[in-house]
């Protein structure tokens, strides 16, 4: 049954022909040999191994409108190493590689090129060739040139009688003799390329055509179409198949005799399948392995500087086009050149991101890399991959990686496997990545081939060997005379099923879909709720374009807020990407015009995703294995078995045709350029459209229309007039699903926080598992948004619950027109929360003046925040890096559960009935008072415990700090008249200085988030008349989470005074919910539980109660470092807080103290350290003269006094830095930097004994002190000896900028 398809195409588009020009490139006889400069080669190299110059010898048709030919483009890279000559003794395979062209608009055309050698009888250029042999023979004798050349890898060791004796007896290897060439004995061969030009990549199709039809070139006189008769029928009557449909065409066979071979292509129907790839990707797994192809793959995505190198042209380009078909629905942006041409290494400088194919023979020493810290070099042929600094992991990276080598073990695909180092580093969860080196492979050496015309056996395969005993008994036969047929047939069977070629297409392509099913399930299930952060625009589609640069179109802030903490290294990065900006921007666009098919497709496995397991915006944090594979592999199979297309076959278009050839001709260019009257259509509008037969496909012999196959969908018809009481029935199984949930999720967010006293209480079991609170809080924000949906009358944005809390704002606002509103209850200056950075002054000042009826110098009172939920909207919407509703709604639920005011907030919210009735229906959720009291009872339930799930999920949110200092009662130490400032450091960043205003204990600095406050310094230049200050403590509060902080103080800042320190780093500590503001002052208005500093220190602790305090000290910081969150404490309390380490080593060395005054002065622990150190610089001196002489005499001695020199030398060098860069700390201050920097350079351990025998110990320490005390310091030295396990990394604000000195 034959039949006719249109293709409609648009005026701009092309025919979807499968070729549009077929190429012949080689060496034109007429111009001579022209060494190509941009290989490099030196007269060392001899005439056969220097590249020339090729050109294209013809392309036809001469040009289609489409697709412009540049000859220049073209001839490059189908001779990508140049023309090149050969003599018969050289290996001379015929080899396919493909390519692709880009153009300034993006628009990519593929290239098939096939090489192979022919003879030259040109006898000028064998002449040529003749003389510049022995020209360099010449010179290589005469010593001018140095030495012969290196043999050309793969090159095997056969000699020649054409070469002078004296150069083959100075040749360093035999193989040397095949770079040269003799006029009278040898065959001069040179390259030559037959190419495809295509819009598609048939990878398959193309190399079999290029293949058979070299095959094919008739070499005696016989049967056959002719070549232009097969050409001419791939350029004209092979189209590309419709969407979902496959078609099976005509190429040349093996032989010139035989019948044409039956090829089918295909095109996958979108949205339902992947975009067409028909390169294996089965060979780049089995090439790199899988760790390498994951390690490659994050770079791509990071858009990272990607180069490729090896040997293969072929290589270079499956790789390159496989690695970034893996990245749908995602696309390269960048510089894409899978193959680069000598003539172009200069792209290499480009400090852009790009992924470009180096081939091996290409003089890579030389090449500099712009940014070799952004580049990932990935060498195929070794299997190994160094990667860029601080490559962040992919998401799921092990269970990724597990699942796919599950695929290759089902396909057999062999595969190198990771290293055990690797496999180390990541159950260990190192979050930066490092170089790979994959175990090497063995290769395969082609046979050699002596004559140009022997291609029978080019893709004749190698005979398998035999196994032994099979071959013993095929002997024994052979010699008794018995028929071996059975015994071949024996054989067979021990074979495995060898496929056809294709068999082996259609094998690729179902494993090339199964793969890239695996890692789009991977972004659909990052990016499942992509599309609540999308910012749609609110201006049209030219005045979008013209402001794109400065418009945000994605929500990062909220997006990244909901993800797992370990997931935010590489989401942060890629999120700002230019693929991911591309699909966001396509996404908006789609506003105006059709959405683009990669998105289609994304948006429609989501779609499907969703249908599975709910429209909730936050994934289950677990990782899930791809489903998708089976239905898209039907169709694919279901297309490639059942073929509904068939082209025109070929049919000879030459009445006469050439009898035989010595070479691959030049074609007839006139029947080339004449297109085909019967198979092309003009229609009205002069569009070409493809005639084609179609195959009977049903028994009945007629196609199924899509009408005919589509069953009509039922419609269920409800009844408008159903009564309240049957709608809430109705719903009544989705309202106690809700409200199940919520028990669920606030039971298991209260497990997981309670953590160990959990299990304890009996709350274990299935609920206790290791996911992150982040993601607990996220899954809660996307309950109550099916809450706030559920039942709603006419949802208006995204966020069903931020318009309820706008429109109650709006409505309050309405009410309350008339109140006025005390400014002091607000957060100041909401409006410019984002823009404001200095120091804002607020009414402390005109508060001290005020307040007359003040008996007390310092703060008389800290006003509380207001706690209502109009203030927490408000702060909300103060946040300049959240763009959507979505995100707008999350900030409040984060902001409103840290402030244990969720329950509270939602209750009166719901308060207002009449708002509620006028937007849901009576069925909803929110209108089910009992349910609606339950719902909130279980969320006042998370007010048992402590989150930071908006503080540490917003860190370029500018926040007001309110700070309040509390100095001494006594009016001589209450003010000063110095330049006062304060730092305060968080878990997420630290202030620069901050200046205090004059005259004010209270002010109000703005900044980016600080995250949970851990320290605060405090310091002046002591200026002025009376600089001396004596500070009790600090009160820091976040004026938008209401978090206060306090930081107790109890010393003096000034010189002359107390240890001489006008800089003091203070510790904070979180004030509790349950202390009120009035609490809170009175108790910040009495000095801290410290030492006076005026009296001498008397310790009263026992040695005993000494060793129980240091080990408690030690026993946390080993507790820390064992966390699997160790982010939840701070490290700096620990060392520095109240029973920290820093204290118990200070009351440590206080006990047996001889005398703490010495001439009515304090003497500190410090003291006793300068002095050590004066001890060991001595020390030091006297050694080296005993070091040396002991150098040649005992190593063993040698190497231990080489750890107690390093030991005092780094002692003494650590007290010299703390000197020189600590001027304004005081002596108490510079032994706490000296404490914290010891055990970062884990030193405390090994200074103990050294410092128990120097002559200071001894003067200033009794005997039952732990210095002098054996069993004491061995206590010491072993109790300490634990912290050099762990790498201690220290706050920026305890190291006063002292690098370590490890």
């Not at 050149?337 to 992924?355: C, E, K, N, R, T």
């Not at 666009?589 to 289609?600: G, V």
């Not at 979505?886 to 969720?902: C, F, H, S, T």
């Not at 001196?1181 to 002991?1190: A, T, W």
Request: overall charge neutral; some cysteine; glycine content about 4%.
């Amino acid at each position: 049954m034959n039949g006719s398809l249109d293709m409609i195409r648009g005026p701009e588009q092309h025919p979807s022909r499968f070729a549009d020009y077929f190429v012949i490139c080689g060496l034109d006889q007429d111009s001579g040999l022209e060494p190509d400069r941009f290989f490099g080669d030196s007269l060392q190299s001899t005439p056969l191994d220097r590249a020339y110059k090729g050109t294209v010898l013809g392309h036809y048709p001469d040009s289609v409108p489409w697709n412009h030919f540049d000859k220049h483009a073209v001839c490059m890279l189908c001779l990508p190493s140049g023309l090149r000559f050969r003599t018969q003794k050289h290996s001379i395979e015929p080899s396919f590689h493909s390519f692709v062209l880009t153009k300034e608009d993006g628009h990519r055309t593929y290239g098939f090129s096939l090489l192979f050698y022919e003879e030259c009888r040109n006898k000028k250029i064998c002449h040529a060739m003749q003389t510049l042999q022995s020209m360099h023979i010449t010179e290589l004798s005469s010593g001018q040139n140095g030495t012969p050349p290196i043999p050309r890898r793969g090159q095997d060791g056969h000699n020649t009688r054409s070469l002078p004796r004296h150069f083959k007896l100075s040749a360093h290897s035999p193989g040397a003799a095949l770079g040269y060439y003799d006029y009278t004995k040898d065959k001069l061969l040179v390259t030559k390329s037959i190419s495809l030009l295509c819009q598609q990549p048939y990878l398959h199709a193309a190399r079999t055509f290029l293949t058979n039809l070299y095959k094919c070139v008739p070499r005696h006189p016989g049967p056959g179409l002719s070549l232009e008769s097969y050409v001419y029928n791939l350029l004209y009557n092979v189209p590309i198949p419709l969407p979902g449909k496959s078609l099976k065409f005509f190429v040349p066979n093996d032989e010139p005799a035989k019948v044409p071979l039956e090829l089918v292509i295909h095109q996958p129907t979108l949205p339902e399948e992947l975009p067409m790839l028909d390169y294996p990707l089965k060979d780049v797994f089995s090439w790199l392995g899988v760790d390498c192809v994951i390690q490659l793959f994050t770079c791509l995505l990071l858009e990272n500087q990607v180069l490729l190198r090896s040997a293969d042209f072929q290589k270079l380009m499956v790789v390159s086009e496989c690695i970034t078909a893996l990245l749908f629905p995602f696309s390269w942006q960048h510089v894409y050149v899978p193959i680069l041409p000598a003539s172009l290494h200069h792209f290499l400088d480009a400090p852009v991101p790009f992924v470009m194919g180096l081939h091996a023979q290409s003089e890579g020493g030389n090449l500099k890399i712009a940014s070799e810290a952004n580049l990932c070099y990935v060498d195929i042929d070794k299997q190994s991959i160094q990667l860029p600094e601080e490559l962040p992991v992919f998401p799921h990276r092990l269970q990724f990686i597990t699942e796919i080598r599950d695929l290759l073990n089902k396909f057999k695909v062999p595969h190198p496997d990771k290293t055990d180092n690797m496999a180390i580093n990541y159950f260990n969860g190192d979050i930066m990545t490092s170089s790979l080196t994959l175990p090497g492979s063995g290769f395969h050496h082609p046979r050699r081939k002596h004559s140009l015309h022997d291609v029978l056996d080019w893709d004749r395969p190698d005979p398998e060997p035999h196994s032994e005993t099979l071959q013993r008994i095929v002997d024994i036969v052979k010699r008794t005379g018995v028929n071996l047929g059975d015994i071949d047939s024996v054989d067979k069977t021990t074979k495995e099923k060898i496929l056809t070629a294709q068999e082996e297409y259609h094998d690729t392509l179902i494993f090339n879909n199964a793969l890239r099913e695996i890692f789009l399930n991977r972004f659909v299930q990052i990016f499942s709720s992509y599309e609540h952060f999308v910012i749609q625009p609110s201006q049209d589609k030219e005045e979008w374009l013209c402001n794109r640069d400065s418009m945000h179109v994605f929500d990062k802030a909220t997006f990244l807020s909901d993800q797992p903490a370990q997931h935010l290294p590489f989401l942060s990065r890629f999120l700002e990407s230019q693929m991911f900006a591309s699909l966001v921007d396509n996404k908006v666009l789609a506003a105006w015009s059709e959405l683009d098919p990669n998105i289609r497709v994304f948006d429609q496995r989501i779609s499907q995703l969703k249908q599975k397991v709910g429209e909730g915006i936050v994934r289950s944090p677990c990782y899930e294995a791809c489903q998708a594979i089976t239905a898209t592999q039907k169709l694919l199979e279901q297309r490639l078995n059942n073929v509904e297309l068939e082209a025109v076959p070929p049919t000879e278009i030459l009445p006469h045709r050439a009898a035989y050839f010595r070479s691959f001709p030049l074609l007839d260019g006139v029947a080339l350029n004449k297109e085909p009257t019967q198979s092309l259509l003009r229609s009205r509008r002069g569009q070409k459209q493809w005639k084609y037969k179609m195959k009977m496909i049903e028994a009945s012999g007629k196609l199924q229309t899509p009408q005919e196959s589509q069953s009509p969908r039922p419609q269920t018809k409800f009844s408008t007039d159903m009564s309240p009481a049957l709608i809430a029935q109705a719903n009544w199984t989705f309202v106690e699903k809700l409200l199940k949930d919520c028990k669920s999720k606030t039971k298991r967010m209260l497990v997981e926080k309670m953590g160990s006293e959990a299990v304890a209480l009996g709350h274990g079991g299935e609920f206790l598992s290791d996911v992150e609170e982040n993601t607990l809080v996220a899954s809660l924000c996307d309950l109550l948004e099916r809450v706030w949906s559920h039942g709603l009358q006419n949802k208006q944005g995204k966020s069903a619950l931020w318009s309820h809390l706008t429109t109650y704002q709006e409505l309050d606002e309405c009410n309350d027109a008339t109140k006025s509103i005390d400014p002091n209850f607000l957060t100041p200056d909401l409006s410019n929360l984002a823009l404001e950075t200095e120091v804002s002054p607020t009414r402390g000042r005109e508060r001290h003046k005020s307040s007359g009826e003040r008996k007390s110098v310092g703060p008389e009172h800290l006003r509380p925040l207001p706690d209502s939920l109009i203030f927490d909207i408000r702060n909300v919407q103060a946040m300049t890096d959240i763009k959507t509703h979505i995100g707008y709604a999350r900030a409040w639920v984060r902001l409103a559960l840290e402030k244990k005011l969720l329950s509270r907030h939602l209750k009166t919210l719901l308060s207002d009935t009449a708002l509620v009735r006028s937007q849901y229906k009576r069925s909803a959720f929110l209108r089910c008072e009992e349910e609606k009291e339950q719902f909130l009872y279980h969320l006042l339930t998370l007010n048992a415990v402590d989150y930071f799930c908006f503080t540490n999920n917003y860190p370029t949110t500018k926040l007001p700090y309110r700070v309040v200092i509390f100095p001494s009662r006594k009016a001589s130490a209450a003010t000063t008249t110095a330049n006062s400032w304060v730092a305060i450091s968080g878990t997420l960043c630290e202030t620069n200085p901050v200046s205090i205003p004059k005259g004010a204990l209270e002010f109000v600095f703005h900044h980016r988030n600080l995250g949970v406050l851990s320290t605060l310094r405090i310091g002046h230049d002591n200026t002025g008349l009376s600089p001396k200050w004596m500070v009790e403590h600090i009160v820091v509060r976040n004026e938008v989470t209401g978090h206060t902080f306090k930081f107790p103080c109890g010393r003096w800042l000034g010189k002359g005074i107390d240890d001489g320190s006008t800089e003091r780093l203070l510790v904070g500590a979180l004030v509790p919910k349950s202390i009120d503001n009035e609490e809170l002052v009175e108790s910040c208005s009495t000095p801290p539980r410290c030492r006076s500093p005026s009296i001498p220190r008397r310790i009263t602790l026992t040695h005993i109660e000494l060793q129980h305090m240091l080990g408690e000290a030690v026993n946390a910081i080993v507790k820390f470092h064992y966390r699997r969150e160790p982010q939840d404490g701070s490290l700096t309390a620990l060392l520095c807080g109240e029973s920290g380490l820093v204290p118990s080593l200070e009351q440590t060395f206080l006990f047996g103290f001889k005398s703490q005054r010495l001439f009515g002065k304090n003497l500190y622990v410090w003291d006793y350290f300068v002095r050590v150190k004066e001890n060991f610089e001595i020390s030091l001196l006297e050694e080296m003269d005993e070091y040396s002489q002991r150098l040649s005499r005992d190593r063993r001695a040698l190497t231990e006094n080489n750890q107690r020199f390093n030991i005092l030398r780094s002692y003494c060098h650590l007290i010299d830095q703390i000197n020189t860069c600590s001027q304004a700390l005081g002596k108490d201050g510079k032994f706490q930097l000296f404490i914290c920097l010891g055990a970062r350079e884990h030193l405390l351990h090994r200074m103990l004994s050294p410092m128990s025998e120097a002559r200071s110990t001894v003067d200033m320490y009794e005997e039952i002190s732990f210095l002098r005390s054996p069993q004491l310091l061995t206590f010491l030295i072993q109790i300490l000896e634990p912290l050099d396990e762990f790498h201690i990394v220290l706050e920026k604000s305890l190291t006063q900028g002292i690098s370590s000195i490890c």
